[in-house]
């Protein structure tokens, strides 16, 4: 059990796929510009400040879980 889980969580966290995180406007406005270079530079600023917050909450989530496994031994 724990290890089909732990290599469910190690799939996932290695599984890179692309994303497009742009809204709606800020797509609407960037397609109207002539160089897609813009463009590009938002949407990876995008996916950055999106991934962010993942690692702090898995951080975390693993320094508790790490607690808790030296607090059972």
Partial sequence: MKKT???T???LVFMVTSAEAQCA???AV???AE???QA???NKGIVYLMAIPY???GGIG???YRNFRTKKN
């Fill in 5 to 7: 889980l732990f290599l």
């Fill in 55 to 57: 690692l702090l909450v």
């Fill in 40 to 42: 590009e530079g938002i």
């Fill in 35 to 37: 160089g897609q270079a």
């Fill in 25 to 27: 406007m800020c797509r």
């Fill in 62 to 64: 693993i320094a508790i």
């Fill in 30 to 32: 960037l397609e109207s």
């Fill in 9 to 11: 969580i190690l799939l």
